[in-house]
């Protein structure tokens, strides 16, 4: 995990993952001359969380790909109130690291990160949301905007939302038998599990079996 937080903490690295608390103050740039690097200093780290604890430096999405090779990076999780807020510049930042990431396929942003109610709509979500990314983590404004995320990002096999919404879930069950058969969903408090069947191509002139099986809202295999 990479902390950009006050400095507190030292330095523990692996292969595989990064886990820094940086010292920002005394760290970035001076040190690194990123002017005279040819390539990143980590080229093999594949799990990369980025957790803005107190603010967010104007900088940041330029010196990240300075360190971290991010065409390695299979999961990526980022945690920042500002995400939630859709802070138009954060986002702009997150969107373009993301692009980076070829081969990722793993995305979390901002699951639970507080107990505030995310202002992220479904265009946000699509907008960061890269091609090749398989399992999506969001919190996300409602329940509403979970269904056009659904819709539109039809490369995703699973996703896990965090909404703060107390409309019904009738109309995502409903759209998921509809053109993802063969899905299966939980629902607890203010949290939905989707993992994703075959988009559903209906035949033309063929109407569809009305004897399908009824709703079951809390936990089903949708067909």
Sequence with gaps: MLNIEKPERTVGLDEKSMTWGMLIDQFIFV??????????LFLKVEEL???FKYHKLS????????LIDLTAIVRF????????????HMLA???????QMCNLLSLDLCSPYSNDISS???EDVCLMTPSHVRHLIVRIQSLSEIIIVLERLEHLSGAKFYFRDTSSTRPIIKMLKEKRNGSSCRINSFTL?????????QPRGK????????DSLYSQTIR
């Excluded at 040190?31 to 990143?40: F, K, Y």
């Design 93 to 99: 930042q997150i969107t373009s690291l993301l692009q």
């Design 77 to 88: 999780k980022c945690s920042c109130a500002l995400i939630c807020r859709t802070e138009p």
């Design 49 to 51: 969380e980025i957790d």
């Design 207 to 214: 109407k569809r079996d009305s004897r399908t099986p009824a």
């Design 31 to 40: 040190p690194l001359q990123v002017e005279e690097m040819h390539h990143p």
């Design 193 to 201: 599990y989707v993992w994703l069947g075959k988009k559903h191509i």
């Design 120 to 122: 992220l709509t479904a």
């Design 59 to 66: 900088n940041w999405a330029f010196f990240v790909p300075t």
